[in-house]
């Protein structure tokens, strides 16, 4: 298990990048989350304190933000758009398809080993493209069932190589 203080090095490494300046709380939650993959609750306490800024105040812009997340995400994150384009074009059998191919039951949005995360999204602005999928930042349109469940075999295929 990692130490507390291998825990808080990227924070404070973040912090003294920002010049501890609590007008770039924004871009200190960026850099954490891009680092830890969400923003950890006693991050979050970290860095009010660091900043000497009130926990409601860094917690508010956390959650302000449909950017930031509070719980964490796997590795791959999965977009499923379900804007009206989307949707009537199925878009809600992508995400049965995503859901099913990685065994994950109706709450639930992680993998158990954080290795995908699916989220849906309400417009990702390609709907000539609809229904639209995004992994990594990676935009697929036209997409069906069948290529969405190819495409994530072919990432967990790559990952069993590494």
């Given at each position: 298990m990692e130490s507390d203080y291998g825990k808080f090095e990227a924070v404070c490494r973040i912090l003294e990048e920002n010049?501890?300046?609590?007008?770039?709380?924004?871009?200190?939650?960026?850099?954490?989350?891009?680092?830890?993959?969400?923003?950890?609750?006693?991050?979050?306490?970290?860095?009010a304190s660091s900043l000497k800024i009130s926990p409601a105040r860094v917690y508010g812009v956390a959650t302000f933000f449909a950017h930031f997340t509070l719980k964490p995400k796997?590795?791959?994150?999965?977009?499923?758009?379900?804007?009206?384009?989307?949707?009537?074009?199925?878009?809600?059998?992508?995400?049965?398809?995503?859901?099913?191919?990685?065994?994950?039951?109706?709450?639930?949005?992680?993998t158990k080993d954080m290795l995908f995360t699916i989220e849906t999204v309400s417009c990702l602005g390609a709907c000539g493209l609809a229904p639209?999928?995004?992994?990594?930042?990676?935009?697929h349109g036209q997409m069906t069932s069948d290529r969405v469940v190819k495409l994530i075999d072919k990432v967990m295929s790559q990952e069993e190589v590494k």
């Amino acid at each position: 298990m990692e130490s507390d203080y291998g825990k808080f090095e990227a924070v404070c490494r973040i912090l003294e990048e920002n010049s501890f300046d609590k007008s770039k709380l924004i871009a200190i939650l960026q850099s954490v989350q891009e680092e830890y993959r969400y923003l950890p609750e006693d991050i979050l306490d970290f860095i009010a304190s660091s900043l000497k800024i009130s926990p409601a105040r860094v917690y508010g812009v956390a959650t302000f933000f449909a950017h930031f997340t509070l719980k964490p995400k796997g590795k791959h994150i999965i977009k499923v758009c379900d804007g009206i384009a989307c949707h009537v074009k199925k878009s809600d059998r992508l995400i049965d398809a995503v859901k099913n191919r990685l065994g994950l039951k109706e709450l639930e949005y992680s993998t158990k080993d954080m290795l995908f995360t699916i989220e849906t999204v309400s417009c990702l602005g390609a709907c000539g493209l609809a229904p639209v999928f995004l992994m990594d930042e990676e935009v697929h349109g036209q997409m069906t069932s069948d290529r969405v469940v190819k495409l994530i075999d072919k990432v967990m295929s790559q990952e069993e190589v590494k």
